[in-house]
């Protein structure tokens, strides 16, 4: 098993930048894809950026290209998403979650990942 837990959601301002946490327990957190999706009111969980178990390879969504940055730490069993110039397009609840092993690249689905957290979310203000 594997917990995750998503941190760093709040209130911002268009233009402005967040940095969300996915702090992971459980089995080695370093085995696992990690990737991030969104929910905004009405909308279905829409994917934003996935990143390989070493680090080495990330996958964006084009409306976040250029803007979001997913990394991870496997010392601290941490993934991030640094999120720049944010767009009132940008609100949602945001998850993080962790491939099934073996999975296929990129996971742009949310049958690709196995855990999930339980979201935090993000506001961004015109």
């Known amino acids: 098993q594997v917990q995750l837990v998503e941190s760093g959601g709040g209130l911002v301002q268009a233009g402005g930048s967040l940095r969300l946490s996915c702090a992971a327990s459980?089995?080695?957190?370093?085995?696992?894809?990690m990737g991030w999706f969104r929910q905004a009111p009405g909308k279905e969980r829409a994917f934003v950026a996935a990143?390989?178990?070493?680090?080495?390879?990330?996958y964006y969504a084009d409306s976040v290209k250029g803007r979001f940055t997913i990394s991870r730490d496997n010392a601290k069993n941490t993934g991030y998403l640094q999120m720049n110039s944010l767009k009132p397009e940008d609100t949602a609840v945001y998850y993080c979650?962790?491939?099934?092993?073996?999975?296929?690249?990129?996971?742009?689905?949310?049958?690709?990942?196995?855990?999930w957290g339980q979201g935090t979310q993000v506001t961004v203000s015109s």
């Open positions: 979650a962790a491939t099934w092993p073996g999975g296929s690249w990129p996971p742009r689905n949310s049958y690709d990942y196995r855990y």
């Open positions: 459980g089995r080695t957190f370093g085995s696992y894809g």
């Open positions: 990143i390989t178990w070493s680090g080495s390879n990330t």
